[in-house]
């Protein structure tokens, strides 16, 4: 079985500026959940634009191919099936929800799979319900509060049955009602799961396994328990040991 | 400005938001270009028929049920645009007939899709437009307006409170119309930025046709 996702050895440096990825390689089974952490400006957000081929607008020609999403390489041919593969979900809520409508925004992926009538509807009303936003399909964006609009950026990747679910900062700006809502709807979505927050509670209960992104560079990978309770690693990447692992044995499950 | 007024769809349960979209387009669309072709000669005829239109208007928005005041606070949010573009007029001979006739038959126009917007649901115009065979990037523009229209107000409001919560002292209109300036300014950049992110989010749920985001 082919890896989730392989990185091999990815450097990206936007037009004119420094390196933002700098020879970044990890692979992700089917089925984990891995946390993505490091502080600002690390290149969080540009890795996981790579990984469903927004970045880089040009894919260079070259042999060896930096992404593989199920083994599939990420070249121009492959972008559509990759696209369906990897669904992401952007830190601003409001960049994501681009349809007048709940309803039209939740279908704009299935739509470009060629999902019409019925089968459209049926999967919408699915992924509202999973999300517990049934009777929102006709409201509009700009009337829901910060944890509704979540939710249905989550429904809207859902709604293209993506393999990898990768997810910017997804409860950066949740109170903690909508935080732990949250939480519990990404716990019960059986795809690989890529998290990448500052929220260190959250990666301690949602990802057995987290990486460590510093100046584009990955400086660490390992059991997240395990690398979170490193507090000289935590202060060295502008990071804190979370106080839920305070009072607790670093190999405690 | 308050982002209630830019709503500008009502919902009630009234005749006129009954009937078919399609049937209220090809009407404002007829009202508006009987309207725009009234030759600038015909003097008595021409006011008659913006007479006419007006009167019709009138009896449209009464039975929409909507509240007059709001369609007239719409109506005048707009008004500045009419005056600007019939203030041109006056270097034209006969100066204030002709600027007579534009405010006439501009505001008509406004008052028409006023009425339009007030009775219809946007995306239902852009579903019948698409109909119609409109081009999708036009549509797919006219969409996404709709959508970050309210987002911009809200930025440009958060914006200026910004700013106000670290203005201390009484400042020259001078500054305060570089200030203005300066949020227009960052408020282009931010709208640029955002719209790559919007393409990303677009692109990242596999959009890649001419299709626009709405059905």
Known sequence: MPAALEVRDLSFRYDGGRATLSGVSFTVQPGECVGLLGPNGAGKSTLLLHLNGILPERLPARSEPAVLVDGLPLAPANLPAVRQRVGLMFQQSDDQLFCPTVWEDVAFGPRQLGLRGDALGQRVRACLERVNLDGFEHRRPHQLSQGEKRRVCLAGVLACEPGVLVLDEPTSDLDPRGRREFKLLLRGIPATRIIATHDLELVVELCPRSLLLDGGELVADGPTVELLSDEALMLAHGLEKPHILQHRHPHAA | ?215
Do not use: N
């Open chain 2, 1 to 215: 400005m308050h982002a209630g007024l830019l709503e500008s769809y009502q919902p009630r349960r009234s005749p006129v938001h009954r009937l078919a979209t399609q049937t209220k387009l090809v009407a404002a669309l007829a009202l508006i270009f009987c309207v725009v072709s009234i030759p600038k000669g015909w003097d008595r005829m021409g006011w008659t028929v913006f007479d006419g239109t007006a009167l019709l208007l009138v009896m449209t928005a009464a039975r929409s049920r909507l509240s007059a005041a709001f369609l007239l606070r719409r109506l005048l949010l707009l008004e500045p645009f009419v005056l600007g573009v019939a203030a041109l007029s006056f270097w034209q001979p006969h100066g204030w007939t002709v600027f007579w006739h534009a405010v006439a038959r501009s505001t008509l126009c406004l008052a028409t899709l006023v009425l339009l917007a007030a009775t219809t649901p946007f995306s239902e115009i852009v579903r019948v437009l698409r109909t119609w065979r409109v081009p999708a990037l036009l549509l797919t523009t006219l969409t996404l307006m709709d959508r970050y229209l309210f987002v911009l107000i809200e930025e440009t409001g958060r914006m200026q409170r910004a700013r106000a919560s670290r203005t201390f002292v009484v400042r020259s209109r001078w500054a305060v119309w570089r200030t203005l300036a300066e949020t227009l300014g960052e408020l282009f950049v931010r709208s640029t930025e955002r719209a790559g992110r919007i393409y990303a989010a677009m692109c990242a749920r596999g959009w890649e046709t001419s299709e626009p985001p709405v059905g």
